[in-house]
C-alpha cells in the first residue's frame, strides 16, 4: 500500500475542520468517508500486520487539501492474528472510544468501526460529537433520535440548504450509526 496512510496530518482544531467542512459539497464529504474507510479496511484487513490505530478522529485524519490520511499512529497496536482482542489501558480520545473499550477495557478493530461512525456523523453534520459536554447531547444521540423520528435528513449540516440527495445523506448517516453502534 502507498504512503498515503502515514503521512503527518495538518494540525487541525474541530472549529476550523467544521468551518472547511462547510465549504465542501456532501460528495466530496463522502469522499472522505470512502477514504478513511479504505484506509481503515486497509489497516485491519490488507496490511501483513494487522493494526488497531485506537485514536481515530479528524485532527488525525485530514491533509490540508481534506484528503483522508490517516496518521498519529502513537496509540496504534499490532494485533496478532491469533487473538480475538488485546487487553491494554485504555487510552484514546475521549467522545471516540467504543463504549464496549471503555467498559471492557479489550481492545479490537470495533473501537477504530466506532470511531469511524462518529466521524462519519462529523462530516455529514459538520457538529463534534460532544458526548462528555454538559448540558449537551452527544451528536450519536442527537442522530438517533432524529433516526427514531424518521428525520434522519435534518441532521445534515444546514450550509448545504437541501442541495445533497436525501437518499444519500441519509445512508450515510445510517453507516454512521451503524458503525457507531455498541456490540451486544
Known amino acids: 500500500m502507498e504512503s498515503s496512510f502515514t503521512c503527518p496530518p495538518f494540525d487541525l482544531t474541530f472549529e476550523?475542520?467544521?468551518?472547511?467542512?462547510?465549504?465542501?459539497r456532501l460528495d466530496v464529504r463522502f469522499k472522505i468517508i470512502l477514504g478513511t474507510a479504505e484506509g481503515l479496511?486497509?489497516?485491519?484487513?490488507e496490511s501483513n500486520l494487522r493494526i488497531i490505530h485506537g485514536d481515530i478522529k479528524l485532527s488525525n485524519l485530514?491533509?490540508?487539501?481534506?484528503?483522508?490520511?490517516?496518521?498519529?499512529?502513537?496509540?496504534?497496536?499490532?494485533?496478532?492474528?491469533?487473538?480475538t482482542h488485546i487487553s491494554t489501558e485504555i487510552t484514546g480520545t475521549l467522545g471516540y472510544l467504543a463504549p464496549e473499550y471503555i467498559v471492557h477495557g479489550k481492545l479490537i478493530e470495533k473501537a477504530d468501526v466506532y470511531s469511524f461512525g462518529i466521524i462519519v456523523l462529523e462530516v455529514v453534520c459538520a457538529n463534534?460529537?460532544?458526548?462528555?459536554?454538559?448540558?449537551?447531547?452527544?451528536?450519536?444521540?442527537?442522530?438517533?433520535n432524529l433516526y427514531g423520528t424518521g428525520m434522519l435528513c435534518g441532521a445534515v449540516d444546514p450550509i448545504l440548504e437541501a442541495n445533497f440527495?436525501?437518499?444519500?445523506?441519509?445512508?450515510l448517516l445510517q453507516v454512521?450509526?451503524?458503525c457507531a453502534q455498541a456490540s451486544t
Request: proline share 3%; charged share 30%; aromatic share 8%.
Open 16 to 24: 476550523s475542520v467544521k468551518e472547511n467542512l462547510r465549504l465542501l
Open 41 to 45: 479496511a486497509y489497516l485491519h484487513e
Open 62 to 83: 485530514l491533509e490540508r487539501d481534506f484528503e483522508p490520511k490517516i496518521a498519529d499512529f502513537g496509540l496504534a497496536r499490532l494485533f496478532p492474528g491469533d487473538k
Open 128 to 144: 463534534k460529537n460532544n458526548s462528555l459536554s454538559q448540558n449537551s447531547h452527544s451528536i450519536l444521540q442527537m442522530v438517533w
Open 165 to 171: 440527495e436525501e437518499v444519500e445523506a441519509s445512508r
Open 176 to 178: 454512521g450509526l451503524l
